[in-house]
Structure formats: structure tokens, C-alpha cells
């Protein structure tokens, strides 16, 4: 297998786990994206209330809070067994909620209950599931590629998911969607049982979970790389992603669709969004990632923008594809520059701490965002969201030179540990 796939975009398939993990994650991803699309449509259409969106988009995300804590357990326990019992429980949930609406007793507080207990499942599974990549990867040399590749299985997943949520909604309903999304985690709980990973080692000098916490707090807060990208991410998560909670409104009252036109645009982000992550998965090493993560937030920020004003269903989508694009190229360097920065017995609670800063911030978006439309309108709301995702990005690029300086270094130790012969670093792996 190694031949096949170890010289372009697909090299990081060679290793039998992350292959495992590929597959499995894939398939379940499309009726995660299925679930996500029914849910919203299935709340707007019981109550007719923007805020509703909102506060409910709050409460799902609101446990990501706990990630950094949930972090330490990624750094104490067994990896492999934490994602199957999370894979599990999200399966259940799933089927809770198919039960529900295809039973016909479905109320919006069901969705509110069930949402924030997915929520907490997240808090999680996340930081868990993106430390654990890097055991899969044999070669660190491929971990780049295999961060890409994850992205490219998200974005597959986006583009095709909500396209069939929206088909079978308007079918079927959403209880379909959700059973699907239950089926498809048997995927996952397979290919994770076939799966071989190395167990973790312990720390001999490990103390109480929270004086691991706070050295994981002292540790990101005190490496100016790494809080650096942390808060960026944070500031896109919290203006820019508010977005998706808002589609129903713009593809109901803005672009006068239903739940097909709502399917059809985020479908649009995530075709860009897999083109963009295609394009981090052919690039070798870390040549240019700081200045990519910068671009790719102003340039996202402006498309969030431009597209919040639009009226025309095919300019909207068009919009939303290249606004993908220059996301996925912001959140796949972010999340490479991290995981390259981090100590291997660290890396659980930064990834708790990534969590924290995307999907933490996210749920007070949201609450944000509903109040905002409702008062303002959805448009004048993404306008100034978009504005502000494109003012951080700048900001983050006038602060490239000192970036640099502090992590450069970094990433060049790290390179050389990982090097068993300790030959010299490619200048295209040291520099960002």
C-alpha cells in the first residue's frame, strides 16, 4: 500500500490506522452533516423563530467549554477507547432523536435536551479524536498531509451531506435524516475496532487533572504562537460561524427557497471547502502556512460579507464556495501549525484548548447572531461578522515577523527529534 499512496495528496492512507479512521469517519461525517441540516430545518419549521436558531445552536455548543478539561483525559487514557465509547453514545443520541420525529411526538425542547447532550458527547470526543491522529501516522513527516486529509473527509462529507438532507427532508422528513445519521455510526465503531493503536504512555510525574489543566493553560497562553493562533480561530468562530445557524432564514426569506435551497448552500461551502483542503493535502511542509492562515481570514471574512447581501440563489452559492475555499485554508493551517507546535505530551490539551477556541465561542455566536437578526436582520448581522473575521486576519498578518521568531525555532527542534538519522531541516519544512 505505501507505494500508492506515499508521494502525493493521499500519502498519509499508507498507514493502515489512519486508513481505518478515513473510511469509518467518512461515512460517518455525511449523516453527522445529514443531522445538522434536518435539525435546524426541523426547528425553524416548529417555531418560526430566528432567535429560537440561535439560542438552541447556544445550547449544543455551549458544553465545548469543558474541552480543555476534557483534554486531560486525552492525555491520561486510552485514546482508542474514549472515541468508542463517544462514537457509541452519539449513536444513540441520533436515534433518540429519529425515534422522536418519526413517532410524531417531537417538540422543540426535545431538539434543546437532545442537542446539548450531543453537545457534551463533542466536548468529548473532539479533543480526543484530534490528538489520537497523530498515533495513527507512523511517519510524522506525513502528519501534515493526514491533517489535510481529515479536512478533505469534513469537507467531502459537507458537500454531499447536506445535499441528501435537503432531497430527503423534502421526501421524507427529517426523522429519516436522523436515522441515517444513527446507521452510519456503525461505520466508525467498526473501523475504530480494527484499528491497532500504540497505548499511552503514562507520566511518571503525573499530579491532580487540574494541575494538568493549568499546565496546559501556562503552556498555550505562554507561547505566543500558539495563543496567537488560538485567538484568531476564536475570533472567526465566534463573528464568522454564526452563519449556518442563520442559512434557514436566508434560504427561506432572503432567497425565497425551503429546505432543498438550505441543503444547496451549505453544500456550496463545503465543495469549497474540499478544494481548499485538496490543495493543503498536495503541499509539503510548512513553507508560507502563517501568511495562508492570515489571507484566508481577511478573504473569508469579505466573502461572508458579500455573500450576506446577496438576493441571486446562484451568486449566494458562488459566495458561499469560494468563502469555503479560504476557510478550510485558515482552519487546516491553523490546525497544522498546532499540532506541529505542540509537545506530543501536551497535545490533548491544546487540541482541548483548540476545541475551546472554535467550538466554545461558537454557541455564544450563535446566541449573538440570533439576537442580532432578530433585531437588525440576518444581512446587516453576517456583514458585521464578516468584517470582523477579516480585521482579525489582518491583524494576525501584521504580526507575522514576531510569529516567526518565536516559532520557527520551535518547529525545527521539534523536526530534528523526529528525525532518527538528525540530518538538517528542509528550509520549506522550518519556515512558515
Not at 500504540?198 to 505566543?224: C, I, M, N, T
Not at 465561542?361 to 464578516?386: D, I, K, S, W
Request: with cysteine.
Amino acid at each position: 500500500m505505501s507505494g500508492l499512496y506515499s508521494p502525493g495528496a493521499f500519502r498519509a492512507l499508507r498507514h493502515r490506522n489512519f486508513r481505518l479512521f478515513f473510511i469509518g469517519q467518512g461515512i460517518s461525517l455525511v449523516g453527522t452533516w445529514m443531522q445538522i441540516i434536518a435539525q435546524s430545518w426541523l426547528v425553524y419549521r416548529l417555531s418560526g423563530s430566528v432567535a429560537l436558531l440561535g439560542t438552541i445552536g447556544f445550547a449544543s455548543r455551549l458544553p465545548s467549554l469543558l474541552s480543555p478539561f476534557t483534554g486531560v483525559l486525552a492525555d491520561r487514557f486510552d485514546r482508542y477507547r474514549l472515541m468508542l465509547v463517544t462514537q457509541a453514545l452519539s449513536m444513540a443520541q441520533a436515534v433518540a432523536l429519529a425515534w422522536l420525529v418519526l413517532d410524531g411526538r417531537i417538540q422543540v425542547w426535545h431538539v434543546f435536551v437532545l442537542g446539548t447532550g450531543l453537545g457534551l458527547i463533542n466536548a468529548f470526543d473532539i479533543p480526543v479524536r484530534q490528538s489520537a491522529v497523530t498515533a495513527m501516522i507512523d511517519d510524522p513527516q506525513d502528519l501534515p498531509n493526514a491533517i489535510a486529509l481529515n479536512s478533505t473527509m469534513f469537507n467531502g462529507a459537507r458537500l454531499l451531506g447536506p445535499a441528501l438532507a435537503g432531497a430527503l427532508v423534502a421526501w421524507l422528513g427529517e426523522g429519516w435524516c436522523f436515522g441515517l445519521n444513527a446507521l452510519s455510526f456503525v461505520a466508525v465503531i467498526i473501523s475504530l475496532s480494527l484499528m491497532r493503536l500504540p497505548k499511552l504512555e503514562p507520566d511518571p510525574q503525573r499530579r491532580g487533572s487540574l494541575h494538568a489543566f493549568r499546565e496546559g493553560w501556562a503552556y498555550v497562553s505562554g507561547r505566543l504562537p500558539l495563543s496567537r493562533l488560538l485567538l484568531l480561530l476564536s475570533v472567526t468562530s465566534l463573528a464568522g460561524m454564526s452563519y449556518q445557524v442563520l442559512m434557514p432564514v436566508f434560504a427561506k426569506d432572503v432567497l425565497h427557497g425551503g429546505a432543498q435551497t438550505q441543503g444547496q448552500l451549505i453544500s456550496a461551502v463545503g465543495l469549497g471547502s474540499l478544494v481548499g483542503a485538496l490543495l493543503m493535502a498536495h503541499r509539503k511542509g510548512l513553507d508560507g502556512l502563517g501568511r495562508q492562515v492570515a489571507f484566508g481570514s481577511v478573504a473569508f471574512g469579505l466573502c461572508l460579507a458579500a455573500f450576506s447581501l446577496s438576493h441571486s440563489f446562484w451568486l449566494s452559492w458562488g459566495l458561499l464556495a469560494v468563502m469555503g475555499f479560504f476557510m478550510m485554508l485558515q482552519m487546516t493551517g491553523n490546525n497544522t501549525l498546532l499540532q506541529s507546535l505542540a509537545e506530543e505530551r501536551l497535545r490533548g490539551r491544546v487540541m482541548g484548548f483548540q476545541a475551546l477556541a472554535f467550538m466554545g465561542t461558537m454557541p455564544f455566536g450563535n446566541l449573538l447572531a440570533g439576537a442580532l437578526a432578530a433585531r437588525f436582520g440576518p444581512q446587516a448581522t453576517l456583514v458585521g461578522g464578516g468584517l470582523v473575521c477579516s480585521a482579525a486576519g489582518a491583524v494576525f498578518w501584521l504580526g507575522l515577523p514576531r510569529f516567526h521568531a518565536e516559532a520557527d525555532p520551535v518547529l525545527e527542534r521539534h523536526a530534528a527529534q523526529a528525525r532518527p538519522e538528525g540530518g538538517p531541516l528542509r528550509a520549506a519544512e522550518a519556515t512558515l
